[in-house]
């Protein structure tokens, strides 16, 4: 499956500047330079886009087809840029993702890789044969580092990889799997659980960290420290685009139990 292609990219840019006349603006992208794993990063050229004349209070969109030329490496699901914008009499202006809350985001594009990070597990167990059943223990967080641990409250190992997803300060809590912290604000971490921490026993415990081997930088942004009071949330097994099950079938799921892999709002001391 290779992660080649054409993705778009949207930038948007506004004129803000009030009832001044009319301006000039250029946008300046660089290309981005996926860089994972020890991979060789290459770069195409900047790319440099007159905007022309926009008058005041006027917005204008620009989406560009953006080429992967080699495959991503594994676990990168998301392409991100964002360009700036300059003109005279004014510091360039970062660009902002229209479908982002916040006013200067990079624009994100899902390229949808990140299932390929997980190998995916049919399960066709008949009821009865006991499951893991993961939930969040805590979260803790102290400047501009944070930590998650969860626990296996169910009666058989965890034996496939999970994510694990922490959303800092939401625009909305998070209540279902799937719904990533990228799918509800514009701040949190990603972390793919993986072969090293499984089997993950009955009554075991793991934490992850920023900045662990587990961490997915491509997939996070923390957004540095972390303010006393942000609400913090985060979910154990949060991701699986072929299942609502997530990535491992869990008691509750098959059994019809409420959903206990999410833990918050909890507030940053
Ligand atoms: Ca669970
Ligand atoms: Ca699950």
């Not at 979910?235 to 959903?259: I, K």
């Amino acid at each position: 499956m290779g992660t080649e292609g054409s993705y778009p990219l949207t930038f948007g840019a506004s004129n803000l500047f009030g009832s001044s006349a009319p301006q000039t603006f250029t946008l300046n992208v660089q290309a981005a330079i996926p860089k994972l794993y020890g991979g060789s990063p290459s770069a195409a050229a900047p790319l440099s886009v007159s905007l022309g004349l926009l008058p005041a209070g006027k917005h204008v969109t620009i989406t560009f087809d953006t080429l992967i030329a080699d495959p991503l490496p594994v676990g990168v699901a998301q392409v991100v840029n964002q360009g700036a914008v300059s003109g005279s009499g004014f510091a360039s202006l970062l660009t902002d993702d229209p479908d982002r809350p916040g006013a200067a985001d990079p624009a994100i594009m899902f390229v949808g890789t990140r299932k390929m990070y997980l190998p995916v597990l049919m399960y066709k167990y008949p009821a009865g044969p006991p499951l893991p059943d993961l939930v969040v223990e805590n979260i803790t967080s102290a400047g501009d580092s944070v930590s998650v641990t969860v626990r296996n409250d169910g009666l058989a190992p965890v034996v496939a990889g999970f994510w694990i997803d922490l959303y800092i300060g939401p625009g909305s809590a998070t209540v279902h799997v799937n719904q990533l912290w990228s799918d509800v604000g514009s701040r949190g971490v990603t972390w793919g659980v993986s072969d090293s921490a499984l089997p993950l026993a009955s009554g075991a415990r793991l934490t992850v960290t920023l900045g662990d081997s587990f961490y997915q930088p491509l997939l996070s942004k923390p957004g540095g420290a972390i303010a006393a009071g942000t609400q913090l949330y985060a979910q154990v097994d949060s991701f699986n685009p072929n299942s609502s099950n997530g990535a491992v079938l869990e008691t509750h799921a098959r059994d019809g139990g409420a959903y206990n892999n999410i833990l918050g709002p909890v507030a940053a001391p």
